[in-house]
Structures are given as structure tokens and as C-alpha cells.
């Protein structure tokens, strides 16, 4: 059984589209993380929601808009979608900020 | 200057070298280290997590921290052509649910 699933895996898009990706845990843990890591394989938090509650926002466009409907789910919406958005995006979670992350296999969102 | 450094490779060694693999830091408030394996086109997976100075050792893997150093490193012994994969480093300063990721180093041992 996954501890953190992502769909969908693959996600081709034309530029202009809006589109969403969906997380989902089942460890119990109450924090939840969208990364993106980009063709150099640098891994950037984008945001971080403890208890459906929104701690993090990293400097990213506003046409990111995360949603935790509870601590167990973990949606980012892309309005407008850009070449640039192109990477692959890492969902995770955590219980409790300090302690190690566990990561989905990844959302390869492609934009042309 | 970033915040975490860290040499991306590629690293070839031959099956059964000892690997040594490093990152710099610039923020001497972390105290949370985190060393992930990342196989290509899967998500990172936590190797070792270490919390202030010292070493820890886990199997093959040993992890050690050296914060007078800002530096820390993960040792791979007899590695194998399974361990290659890319290796992430990552630290927090704590109570900040955020983790600072290095580039990875990218290790490639040769059967």
C-alpha cells in the first residue's frame, strides 16, 4: 500500500491550460510538502501545510494554489500553465516539521 | 552563495569502493541533517537523519556531521552497481517545517 501516491505520474499539457495534481498519505503524518525539482535535479519547497493549515508559501506564483481538504490530503491547482512550470513535482509528508520526509514517485508535468 | 552546496558528480567508482560523498553548508543554524537516494524517475527516499553533530551508522551507510565544519558526509562501504543512484543532502535549522536540499551528486559504481 503507498505511504504517499501522487497522481497523476505524467502530465503533458499545451501552455495557457490549468491543471491539477493530487496527494494523498496514508501515514498519519500531519505535514504535507509540495517540492519542485527541476531538469538539475534541485529540489525547491513550494509549500508546506501543517494540520490543513498553509505554513509555508515559498515565493511562488500565485497561480499556484494549494489545497488540503484534511491532513491526509494535498492538491496543487496550476492556473495559466507556462513552459517554465515544466519539472517534475515531489509531494511529501512528515510528522512534525523536523523529522524525515517521505516522498511520492513524482508528477513529470510537461508543458508545450 | 547557496546555503547548501554540493558536488554533482557524476561519481564512478569501481563495485566494493568505499564512497565518500559531501555538502557544505553556509547557515550555522541547521541541526537537522537528512541524506535521500534518489533512482532515476523515483521520488527521493530517506537514507539518514541525523540531528546535531556525530556520527550514525546504519548497515553500509554512515552518516557524520561536523557543524564547526559546516560540512557533512555520507560513507558508503563495498558499494554496489544498486547503489547508483543520485544523493541528496538536506538540513533545517528546526520548528521551521522546511528543509534546504543540496543539487545532489550523482554516483555511478561500475560492476
Known amino acids: 500500500d503507498t505511504a504517499v501516491s501522487q497522481t497523476p505520474k505524467y502530465l503533458v499539457t499545451q501552455m495557457g491550460n490549468d491543471k491539477s495534481i493530487k496527494c494523498e498519505q496514508n501515514?498519519?503524518?500531519?505535514?504535507m510538502y509540495w517540492y519542485k525539482q527541476d531538469s538539475k535535479k534541485f529540489l525547491k519547497i513550494m509549500f508546506s501545510y501543517n494540520n490543513k493549515e498553509l505554513i509555508i508559501n515559498e515565493t511562488v506564483p500565485n497561480r499556484f494554489s494549494p489545497k488540503s481538504p484534511d491532513k491526509a490530503h494535498l492538491n496543487l491547482h496550476i492556473n495559466s500553465l507556462e513552459l517554465g512550470d515544466s519539472a517534475v513535482y515531489f509531494c511529501?509528508?512528515?510528522?512534525?516539521?523536523?523529522?524525515?520526509?517521505?516522498f511520492g514517485s513524482g508528477t513529470r508535468l510537461t508543458v508545450v | 552563495q547557496k546555503e547548501v552546496e554540493q558536488d554533482p558528480g557524476p561519481l564512478s567508482v569501481p563495485e566494493g569502493a568505499i564512497v565518500s560523498l559531501n555538502c557544505t553548508y553556509s547557515n550555522s543554524a541547521f541541526q537537522y541533517f537528512m541524506w535521500y537516494r534518489q533512482y532515476s524517475r523515483k521520488g527521493p527516499e530517506l537514507l539518514m537523519y541525523?540531528?546535531?553533530?556525530g556520527n550514525k551508522e546504519d548497515g553500509r551507510f554512515t552518516a557524520q556531521v561536523d557543524k564547526s565544519s559546516k560540512y557533512i558526509s555520507l560513507f558508503i562501504r563495498d558499494s554496489q552497481p544498486s547503489d547508483s543512484a543520485t544523493y541528496l543532502c538536506?538540513?533545517?535549522?528546526?520548528?521551521?517545517?522546511?528543509?534546504?536540499f543540496g543539487t545532489g551528486t550523482r554516483l555511478k559504481v561500475l560492476a
Open positions: 541525523t540531528y546535531s553533530s
Open positions: 501515514l498519519g503524518h500531519d505535514t
Open positions: 538536506a538540513m533545517s535549522a528546526g520548528g521551521t517545517y522546511k528543509y534546504i
Open positions: 511529501a509528508s512528515s510528522q512534525r516539521g523536523d523529522n524525515g520526509y517521505t
